[in-house]
Antibody, heavy 118, light 109 residues
């Protein structure tokens, strides 16, 4: 059974760093792209970027380039989304999703809530 | 960057048929945009329904279908059930990038 299991909710202060994770299981992790998607409170889905864990090829949406870093550790079948300095505007639910063929979404993670508050 | 536009909201009666559409600011949506559709119910993660315009996942109910209609990607729900009340998001691959539409809130009333 394919599963994407994300790390738990986080509460951080402005300026702090954060790394959230998405662990894939039930399939060959290195053979499928993983995307990260933001959903701000009460808003729609926003595509942040994708990574191919097989070779770490990473592509960012222009809106998120330079704002976050996407990475993966194929030895533990885990993709990451990280911030070096959180802002209040980073408050959102973050989802990972698997793509097959690089353009087709099939499985979604359960989401990680990120809260930033002083 | 491409802007993808969906109807903000639609209402349908139980048992009825409704079509949601997805337009691109770059012009007509074709199969080369690989339209994807996902459903999101309140408090839940999205769930993929359709990929590459019209292909269903193994878990996608038969009442959901995808197509191209009048230069847009379309998601049709036939024989709507109360449980289909949800937000629906299209995703297009355009100009080398993936872009979500703003979502359609489907109300079953």
């Amino acid at each position: 059974e394919v599963q994407l299991v994300q790390s738990g909710a986080e509460v951080k202060k402005p300026g702090e760093s954060l790394k959230i994770s998405c662990k894939g299981s039930g399939y060959s992790f290195t053979s499928y792209w993983i995307a990260w998607v933001r959903q701000m409170p009460g808003k729609g889905l926003e595509w942040m970027g994708i990574i191919y864990p097989g070779d770490s090829d990473t592509r960012y949406s222009p809106s998120f380039q330079g704002q976050v870093t996407i990475s993966a550790d194929k030895s533990i079948s885990t993709a990451y989304l990280q911030w070096s300095s959180l802002k209040a505007s980073d408050i959102a639910m973050y989802y990972c999703a698997r793509l097959f063929g690089a353009k087709e979404v099939d499985y979604w993670g359960q989401g990680t809530q990120v809260t930033v508050s002083s | 960057q491409t802007v993808v536009t969906q109807e903000p909201s639609l209402t349908v009666s139980p048992g009825g048929t409704v079509t949601l559409t997805c337009a691109s600011s770059t012009g007509a949506v074709t199969s080369g945009y690989y339209p994807n559709w996902s459903q999101q119910k309140p408090g839940q993660a999205p769930k993929a329904l359709i990929y590459s315009t019209s292909n269903k996942h193994s878990w996608t109910p038969a009442r959901f279908s995808g197509s191209l209609l009048g230069g847009k990607a379309a998601l049709t729900v036939s024989g709507v059930l109360p449980e289909d009340e949800a937000d629906y998001y299209c995703l297009l691959f355009s100009g080398g990038a993936w872009v979500f539409g703003g979502g359609t809130k489907l109300t079953v009333l």
